[in-house]
Every structure is written in structure tokens, then in C-alpha cells.
Nanobody, 121 residues
């Protein structure tokens, strides 16, 4: 079982920014791509949407169309951390954000608590 720890969410006004962090201790981190997912309010777990993904070597960034140009995924393999920089946030970005190893495919069915992002006036 893999332990995943997300943090950095909060309440922000439209146009604001947040930086989410994801720590995966105990994993040979650089061997795994990492992905961020969003679960919209009221949506079931099975409907978590892929927001962004990055390969183990830090390349191959992928973004959902809705966030292209606004979100940036990155990672620091030396400390087993992945990040999601979110700029120009909009109300439709509201939701719980989760990270997990894999490139848009869940490898370990072991989810963290997620971190809540709320974009509202």
C-alpha cells in the first residue's frame, strides 16, 4: 500500500492562485509518473477527473483541456514531492484534489484524503 499526502488547498477568489503539494513517502519516486485528479462537489469517487500528469523524469506533461495554460504540474524527485501550481482559478475548478502514482492510470488503489480547493467570491 502506498501512502499519499496532499496539501495546499484553500478558499480563493476567482483569478487567484494556489499551489498544491503531494508527498509519497516510501516509494522509489522517480520510477513513477504522477497524476493529479479532481473530484467535483457531489461527484462519486469513480468520477474523479484527470487534471494533469507528469512522467517520472519530469517530462511528458499532460493537462486536461480545461486547465491548459493555467495549471502547471511539476515534481522534485529528491524529496518525493509532486506539485500542482494553479493560476487564474475559476469557480469550475472547485473540488477535492487528489494525487496518485501513474500517468492518468491509477496504479495503487490507495488514495489520500485529498485537499479541498474552493473558488468563490
Amino acid at each position: 500500500e502506498v501512502q499519499v499526502e496532499e496539501s495546499g488547498g484553500g478558499l480563493v477568489q476567482p483569478g487567484g492562485s494556489l499551489r498544491l503539494s503531494c508527498k509519497v513517502p516510501g516509494l522509489t519516486f522517480s520510477n513513477y509518473a504522477m497524476s493529479w485528479y479532481r473530484q467535483s462537489p457531489g461527484a462519486p469517487e469513480k468520477e474523479r477527473e484527470l487534471v494533469a500528469a507528469i512522467l517520472g523524469n519530469g517530462g511528458g506533461e499532460h493537462y486536461a483541456d480545461a486547465v491548459k495554460g493555467r495549471f502547471t504540474i511539476s515534481r522534485d524527485n529528491a524529496i518525493n514531492m509532486a506539485y500542482l501550481q494553479m493560476d487564474n482559478l475559476q469557480p469550475e475548478d472547485t473540488g477535492a484534489y487528489f494525487c496518485n502514482p501513474g500517468y492518468g492510470v491509477v496504479i495503487f488503489n490507495s488514495w489520500g484524503q485529498g485537499t479541498q480547493v474552493t473558488v468563490s467570491l
